[in-house]
């Protein structure tokens, strides 16, 4: 079945504590994204990424990392979480072209 | 920067009945737009996806159409049930975006029985 995988579904953590939440789709997509969304302020991108090696900024980059050094993994990192990164978090996937995007099913952080 | 409004942020209908929803952006330079349902705390399921240059896009009971030059689009769902309770959100990809969608805030449907 084609899709995208984040795990985990559900984190809490403590402030400081470095974390991965893992992406992985199995579509050979090459657009990349990660989103989080919190109440009245929607669904807003952290980072992207158009192809392995290749990753840009969105609009709310501030305390995350991304790497992609395989095409079907987009980890997101937080080195060093706050509780302002208590979000829920999507990641997405598209073809490299004027095709729509495929979501995972979200994780939800809690940083306390 | 592209901006998603979606009109009106909450409904509420009775079972049976046909619905609008409404998405305008002001950049008419888009690839595509795609509607979304979001059910509470879940992921989101892509509903519709029209290209830049087409018009309308049916599913079933759902219709989306675009009209790119006024930076419009609506999502017509028909004969409302109980199971279509959602959220729905619009997004659009912008030709200068890095390829990213840019979000609506959503329109949450209540249909009762």
């Known amino acids: 079945e084609a899709q995208v995988t984040q795990n985990p579904r559900y984190l809490i953590t403590v402030t400081g504590k470095k974390l991965t939440v893992t992406c992985s789709q199995n579509m050979n997509h090459e657009y990349m994204s990660w989103y989080r969304q919190d109440p009245g302020l929607g669904l807003r991108q952290i980072y992207y990424s158009m192809n392995v090696e290749v990753t840009d900024k969105g609009d709310v980059p501030e305390g995350y990392k991304v790497s992609r050094k395989e095409k079907r993994n987009f980890p997101l990192i937080l080195e060093s979480p706050s509780p302002n990164q208590t979000s829920l978090y999507f990641c997405?996937?598209?073809?490299?072209?004027?095709?729509?995007?495929?979501f995972g099913s979200g994780t939800r952080l809690t940083v306390v | 920067k592209q901006e998603v409004t979606q009109i009106p942020a909450a409904l509420s209908v009775p079972e049976g009945e046909n619905l609008v929803l409404n998405c305008s952006f002001t950049d008419s330079a888009i690839y595509n737009l795609q509607w979304f349902r979001q059910d509470p705390g879940k992921g989101l399921t892509s509903l519709l996806l029209i290209q830049s240059s087409q018009r309308e896009q049916t599913s079933g009971r759902l219709n989306a159409s675009l009209d790119k030059s006024s930076g419009r689009s609506t999502l017509y769902i028909a004969a409302s049930q109980p199971g279509d309770s959602a959220t729905y959100l619009c997004?659009?990809?912008?030709?200068?975006?890095?390829?990213?969608?840019?979000f609506g805030k959503g329109t949450s449907l209540l249909v009762t029985p």
């Open positions: 997004a659009v990809v912008g030709t200068a975006s890095g390829y990213a969608l840019n």
């Open positions: 997405a996937s598209s073809p490299a072209s004027v095709n729509g995007y495929t």
